[in-house]
């Protein structure tokens, strides 16, 4: 009977905890990682994804855009100032406040890898670091060519899946992520994910090895395709069906992908997870943690030494409270309820446990007659 | 209660006090105008200002932190990297000097292509303070600034004579041509504003409609008010463009950003009359060149007059509650000219160059002119080889310049800088022609799309008066040099070839040393004779010896 409750217990415990997550902030890695015109779909991928994300509220400040080349005001775009992924132009991607972190040239391996690992240049701004601790939720998504253990920069370098690996490995062992979700979406994406190491980390890839990563469709004025099919199955999941406060998990989402639809089959590697992809959000990953406590209570703070007998005394508490109870409190706050402000001091005291007690006078009692045991032992 | 009352009030007069420690008085001011060179084109220009100014005159302004209007992220980066001015264009398109005539406010505030950045600060050979600077603004304005180093760091004595600047002071200045001008760049341009975007003449600004113009600039400018002492500071901001209101009447009332219809169904007007027939081509409106009702005036600004705009010789003032209802008469420009200026750049093959730079003085005066030409590294100029003409006559050099500052390159540390001043006479044309050599860099310091070719940065040529007062700063426009290539494949060729002669040669000499020799008459000693052999000889009857 004892034996079924403890387990009962534990099971309960280990819910509880698998359930919870337990990272206090978010960041996003976007990467774009192609240059010239015929790529623009790869920055429309990039700039669709940074807009799910700053909707559902990562802030600028916690997402790290690099772009490669410039699509927006490229001479060629029939629309200056404007990126669409779809070709009913109803979404600008650039609108009017964007923030580009890396952008052109600067969109290279080593930068890349140095942004990862926190290897920047001493001079760089904090805006273009991964400030990030052990409590952070890191979503990397890449997006580009790539062939088989390799993703094209620029056309020009090749970022190995060794090396992604290995960058990895830096971040876990600096303590710099909670959980990673490594998303990437090239030819042959599969294959860039399959050497690491470390763990809590998803990786999702949009195509297996010796497949391709196809485009969706292409806008007649703008020329070229404007999106790829597995990011076009992306957004429509999290433009459609998510929120900030939404509860669809990663299953979710991975369950909503059609290889048939998307033209080759997307690649889900839960590396060492901690949580089933059952358990983890779409928020945790692609929304950010609010820190806010709701109260729909009335809470009276007390002072320490208030004399609770005086009825005369009236204050007003700093909390959230419901409609019924502003009105009857609804006379604002001034210089006069500055004391309500102050929460009450408590004092903490380490008081110890009895068996701590007597595991130290075992203990000490143990050393006092041992050691001159011993001692005369030896010198004999 | 009593007590708690005392108590408390005591309190909110050391709060009060504390509050008035460091009084920093600031200013706001914002303004637009417009002016219209033709019926297709139309210049506008949005000015802000910041003022800032403490009562102790012996500190700078920087370091303080109570600011209300003067954005912290630029006073931290002065404070920190001990700059006492600083000035950064960022320009897209070709000013066009034919039709468009001046440079607006002479082309001080006017950059060439890409962006431009220099700063007056404490002499650090080591650049220390300067390269902090780049970088912290790079993070500022979401551009490549990082990629300023030495090589492209240029220190002109002529050109930029700093009106306020510290005798301790020295001038760095730097210029990234290749780097893209868009809203990203834009947008945090708002976010120093008080208003931001949300009231006053920002709101007038869509950035759509600012990067679809044949030119657009911004400016930012950080510079004492007073001669030798930061007490007081001003900040300038400056966005400028170019509005081809044709095409911007395509897009009016198109929110979906639909293409649009080159070609309307009434047949009796041809196609081109019925692209011209959506607005006027008497007068211009506001909502013409920004397709938007102005929100109401930013509260901070002291001025009630905020719209300008120019008619004729002098300019009509208007509220910005007015601005629906303005109208821009359209003008032909006036043909004044202080100086003209072009360049150009011709390839001798994939090697030599010569770079020609025209300066054409129609005025009836003498001009001081200070031409200020850099070259990245990979460029090699070859100062003997300049040559002015004047007129159509080549003339003496030596004696024709008064001043020459010529900063020679070292490969992958300097690029070469030149300051030429000179007084270029009344109603002259003036060529100044040198030649350069294009140097193939390694292969991993071309950029990814190097047989795009290379941005050189424009020149800038400073036009003085006899009173030694600066007219005007025209730049030149950028030119595109291609640089030598190599076949970018050629390091696997090299590979691929090289190892097979590798294997073909270790591989016939090894066979060669390990292989066995055997003589070969052994073999023959136990032979029997042919049958052939043996039939002639019993044909002639003749034994075997």
Same mark, same amino acid.
């Given at each position: 009977?004892?034996?079924?409750?403890?387990?009962?217990?534990?099971?309960?415990?280990?819910?509880?905890?698998?359930?919870?997550?337990?990272?206090?902030?978010?960041?996003?890695?976007?990467?774009?990682?192609?240059?010239?015109?015929?790529?623009?779909?790869?920055?429309?991928?990039?700039?669709?994804?940074?807009?799910?994300?700053?909707?559902?509220?990562?802030?600028?400040?916690?997402?790290?855009?690099?772009?490669?080349?410039?699509?927006?005001?490229? =001479?060629?775009?029939?629309?200056?100032?404007?990126?669409?992924?779809?070709?009913?132009?109803?979404?600008?991607?650039?609108?009017?406040?964007?923030?580009?972190?890396?952008?052109?040239?600067?969109?290279?391996?080593?930068?890349?890898?140095?942004?990862?690992?926190?290897?920047?240049?001493?001079?760089?701004?904090?805006?273009?670091?991964?400030?990030?601790?052990?409590? =952070?939720?890191?979503?990397?998504?890449?997006?580009?060519?790539?062939?088989?253990?390799?993703?094209?920069?620029?056309?020009?370098?090749?970022?190995?899946?060794?090396?992604?690996?290995?960058?990895?490995?830096?971040?876990?062992?600096?303590?710099?992520?909670?959980?990673?979700?490594?998303?990437?979406?090239?030819?042959?994406?599969?294959?860039?994910?399959?050497?690491?190491?470390?763990?809590?980390?998803?990786?999702?890839?949009?195509?297996?090895?010796?497949?391709?990563?196809?485009?969706?469709?292409?806008?007649?004025?703008?020329?070229?395709?404007?999106?790829?099919?597995?990011?076009?199955?992306?957004?429509?999941?999290?433009?459609?069906?998510?929120?900030?406060? =939404?509860?669809?998990?990663?299953?979710?989402?991975?369950?909503?992908?059609?290889?048939?639809?998307?033209?080759?089959?997307?690649?889900?590697?839960?590396?060492?997870?901690?949580?089933?992809?059952?358990?983890?959000?779409?928020?945790?990953?692609?929304?950010?943690?609010?820190?806010?406590?709701?109260?729909?209570?009335?809470?009276?703070?007390?002072?320490?030494?208030?004399?609770?007998?005086?009825?005369?005394?009236?204050?007003?508490?700093?909390?959230?409270?419901?409609?019924?109870?502003?009105?009857?409190?609804?006379?604002?706050?001034?210089?006069?309820?500055?004391?309500?402000?102050?929460?009450?001091?408590?004092?903490?005291?380490?008081?110890?446990?009895?068996? =701590?007690?007597?595991?130290?006078?075992?203990?000490?009692?143990?050393?006092?007659?041992?050691?001159?045991?011993?001692?005369?032992?030896?010198?004999? | %209660?009593?007590?708690?009352?005392?108590?408390?009030?005591?309190?909110?007069?050391?709060?009060?006090?504390? $509050?008035?420690?460091?009084?920093?008085?600031?200013?706001?001011?914002?303004?637009?105008?417009?002016?219209?060179?033709?019926?297709?084109?139309?210049?506008?220009?949005?000015?802000?200002?910041?003022?800032?100014?403490?009562?102790?005159?012996?500190?700078?302004?920087?370091?303080?932190?109570?600011?209300?209007?003067?954005?912290?992220?630029?006073?931290?980066? %002065?404070?920190?990297?001990?700059?006492?001015?600083?000035?950064?264009?960022?320009?897209?398109?070709?000013?066009?000097?034919?039709?468009?005539?001046?440079?607006?406010?002479?082309?001080?505030?006017?950059?060439?292509?890409?962006?431009?950045?220099?700063?007056?600060?404490?002499?650090?050979?080591?650049?220390?303070?300067?390269?902090?600077?780049?970088?912290?603004?790079?993070?500022?304005?979401?551009?490549?600034?990082?990629?300023?180093?030495?090589?492209?760091?240029?220190?002109?004595?002529? +050109?930029?004579?700093?009106?306020?600047?510290?005798?301790?002071?020295?001038?760095?200045?730097?210029?990234?041509?290749?780097?893209?001008?868009?809203?990203?760049?834009?947008?945090?341009?708002?976010?120093?504003?008080?208003?931001?975007?949300?009231?006053?003449?920002?709101?007038?600004?869509?950035?759509?409609?600012? /990067?679809?113009?044949?030119?657009?600039?911004?400016?930012?400018?950080?510079?004492?008010?007073?001669?030798?002492?930061?007490?007081?500071?001003?900040?300038?901001?400056?966005?400028?463009?170019?509005?081809?209101?044709? #095409?911007?009447? #395509? #897009?009016?009332?198109?929110?979906?950003?639909?293409?649009?219809?080159?070609?309307?169904?009434?047949?009796? %007007?041809?196609?081109?009359?019925?692209?011209?027939?959506?607005?006027?081509?008497?007068?211009?409106?506001?909502?013409?060149?920004?397709?938007?009702?102005?929100?109401?005036?930013?509260?901070?600004?002291?001025?009630?007059?905020?719209? /300008?705009?120019?008619?004729?010789?002098?300019?009509?003032?208007?509220?910005?509650?007015?601005?629906?209802?303005?109208?821009?008469?359209?003008?032909?420009?006036?043909?004044?000219?202080?100086?003209?200026?072009?360049?150009?750049?011709?390839?001798?093959?994939?090697?030599?160059?010569?770079?020609?730079?025209?300066?054409?003085?129609?005025?009836?005066?003498?001009?001081?002119?200070?031409?200020?030409?850099?070259?990245?590294?990979?460029?090699?100029?070859?100062?003997?080889? $300049?040559?002015?003409?004047?007129?159509?006559?080549?003339?003496?050099?030596?004696?024709?310049?008064?001043?020459?500052?010529?900063?020679?390159?070292?490969? #992958?540390?300097?690029?070469?800088?030149?300051?030429?001043?000179? +007084?270029?006479?009344?109603?002259?044309?003036?060529?100044?022609?040198?030649?350069?050599?294009?140097?193939?860099?390694?292969?991993?310091?071309?950029?990814?799309?190097?047989?795009?070719?290379?941005?050189?940065?424009?020149?800038?040529?400073?036009?003085?008066?006899?009173?030694?007062?600066? $007219?005007?700063?025209?730049?030149?426009?950028?030119?595109?040099?291609?640089?030598?290539?190599?076949?970018?494949? %050629?390091?696997?060729?090299?590979?691929?070839?090289?190892?097979?002669?590798?294997?073909?040669?270790?591989?016939?000499?090894?066979?060669?040393?390990?292989?066995?020799?055997?003589?070969?008459?052994?073999?023959?000693?136990?032979?029997?004779?042919?049958?052939?052999?043996?039939?002639?000889?019993?044909?002639?009857?003749?034994?075997?010896?």
């Amino acid at each position: 009977m004892i034996v079924q409750f403890v387990a009962l217990l534990l099971l309960n415990l280990l819910q509880i905890i698998a359930a919870e997550s337990s990272h206090t902030n978010n960041w996003a890695v976007l990467i774009s990682t192609s240059r010239f015109w015929f790529n623009y779909r790869h920055t429309a991928n990039v700039l669709g994804i940074y807009r799910s994300v700053k909707r559902l509220g990562i802030p600028d400040s916690q997402i790290i855009l690099m772009i490669a080349d410039d699509y927006a005001c490229n =001479s060629r775009n029939l629309f200056p100032g404007t990126v669409f992924d779809n070709a009913d132009r109803a979404l600008d991607l650039y609108g009017e406040e964007i923030e580009i972190d890396y952008k052109g040239y600067e969109v290279t391996v080593e930068a890349f890898i140095r942004l990862l690992t926190e290897r920047v240049p001493e001079n760089t701004p904090a805006s273009k670091r991964l400030l990030t601790n052990e409590r =952070s939720n890191i979503l990397i998504y890449m997006t580009g060519h790539g062939g088989d253990g390799f993703i094209k920069f620029q056309d020009a370098e090749e970022l190995s899946s060794e090396d992604l690996a290995d960058a990895i490995e830096q971040i876990h062992q600096h303590k710099r992520y909670n959980e990673i979700l490594f998303m990437v979406d090239t030819c042959q994406a599969n294959s860039l994910y399959t050497k690491i190491y470390s763990p809590n980390v998803l990786a999702i890839g949009s195509s297996e090895v010796g497949t391709s990563s196809y485009s969706h469709h292409a806008d007649i004025d703008i020329g070229v395709a404007v999106i790829d099919r597995f990011t076009f199955s992306n957004l429509e999941f999290l433009e459609n069906r998510v929120d900030s406060k =939404s509860k669809l998990t990663m299953q979710d989402l991975i369950n909503s992908y059609n290889p048939y639809e998307i033209h080759s089959t997307p690649g889900v590697q839960p590396i060492n997870l901690r949580r089933s992809p059952d358990d983890i959000l779409i928020t945790d990953f692609f929304g950010n943690v609010r820190d806010i406590e709701l109260h729909s209570e009335k809470i009276n703070w007390m002072l320490p030494g208030e004399n609770t007998t005086k009825p005369s005394i009236k204050r007003n508490s700093f909390v959230f409270q419901a409609q019924n109870d502003m009105q009857d409190d609804g006379k604002g706050f001034g210089i006069s309820n500055l004391k309500s402000f102050l929460p009450p001091t408590r004092e903490l005291k380490y008081k110890k446990h009895p068996i =701590s007690r007597i595991i130290s006078a075992v203990v000490c009692i143990s050393f006092s007659i041992g050691f001159p045991y011993y001692a005369s032992k030896y010198l004999k | %209660m009593k007590k708690n009352g005392c108590l408390l009030l005591f309190a909110y007069s050391l709060l009060s006090f504390s $509050l008035t420690a460091a009084t920093i008085d600031e200013t706001y001011d914002e303004s637009l105008f417009i002016k219209s060179f033709s019926s297709r084109y139309s210049y506008v220009s949005f000015a802000f200002e910041i003022g800032a100014s403490t009562d102790s005159t012996h500190s700078s302004v920087f370091s303080e932190s109570s600011f209300s209007l003067f954005p912290l992220s630029i006073a931290r980066v %002065m404070d920190e990297c001990q700059v006492s001015e600083l000035h950064i264009r960022a320009t897209r398109g070709r000013w066009d000097y034919e039709n468009w005539k001046e440079s607006p406010d002479n082309g001080f505030y006017s950059g060439g292509l890409g962006f431009e950045v220099w700063a007056f600060m404490a002499n650090d050979p080591s650049m220390k303070y300067w390269l902090k600077l780049t970088n912290q603004l790079s993070g500022l304005l979401c551009a490549s600034l990082n990629y300023i180093d030495s090589s492209n760091t240029y220190q002109p004595q002529l +050109s930029y004579p700093g009106s306020f600047s510290f005798s301790n002071n020295t001038q760095y200045f730097a210029s990234l041509p290749q780097e893209d001008v868009c809203t990203e760049n834009l947008s945090p341009l708002f976010k120093l504003l008080p208003c931001k975007r949300k009231a006053g003449i920002a709101s007038l600004l869509d950035s759509h409609l600012f /990067f679809d113009t044949d030119w657009h600039s911004f400016s930012i400018d950080v510079y004492p008010s007073e001669n030798q002492s930061l007490a007081s500071v001003k900040m300038g901001i400056i966005i400028q463009a170019v509005v081809d209101v044709e #095409r911007n009447g #395509r #897009r009016k009332g198109k929110t979906t950003f639909q293409p649009p219809s080159e070609y309307c169904h009434d047949e009796d %007007m041809d196609s081109l009359h019925c692209l011209m027939s959506g607005y006027s081509t008497e007068h211009h409106t506001v909502d013409d060149l920004f397709h938007k009702v102005p929100k109401e005036r930013c509260l901070l600004s002291s001025t009630f007059s905020d719209v /300008f705009v120019s008619n004729g010789d002098k300019i009509d003032t208007f509220s910005l509650d007015e601005a629906a209802n303005i109208q821009i008469p359209i003008q032909s420009t006036s043909d004044n000219h202080t100086v003209t200026v072009d360049r150009s750049l011709s390839n001798d093959g994939n090697h030599w160059g010569s770079l020609s730079s025209t300066i054409y003085n129609p005025s009836s005066s003498p001009r001081t002119i200070v031409y200020f030409e850099k070259f990245p590294w990979f460029v090699r100029v070859y100062l003997h080889t $300049l040559t002015i003409t004047l007129n159509g006559t080549r003339i003496n050099t030596k004696d024709f310049i008064e001043k020459l500052y010529y900063q020679p390159l070292r490969d #992958r540390k300097a690029g070469t800088m030149m300051e030429i001043q000179f +007084s270029i006479p009344p109603h002259t044309n003036l060529i100044v022609h040198f030649n350069v050599e294009k140097t193939p860099l390694r292969l991993d310091e071309y950029p990814p799309d190097a047989n795009r070719g290379y941005n050189l940065p424009p020149a800038i040529i400073s036009v003085f008066d006899e009173n030694n007062t600066k $007219l005007c700063s025209l730049r030149t426009a950028a030119l595109l040099m291609f640089i030598p290539t190599p076949d970018f494949s %050629m390091p696997y060729n090299v590979i691929i070839f090289t190892s097979t002669v590798i294997a073909l040669t270790f591989g016939g000499i090894f066979n060669l040393l390990t292989r066995r020799f055997v003589p070969q008459q052994s073999k023959f000693q136990n032979r029997q004779p042919s049958m052939l052999q043996r039939l002639k000889e019993k044909i002639f009857h003749k034994k075997r010896g």
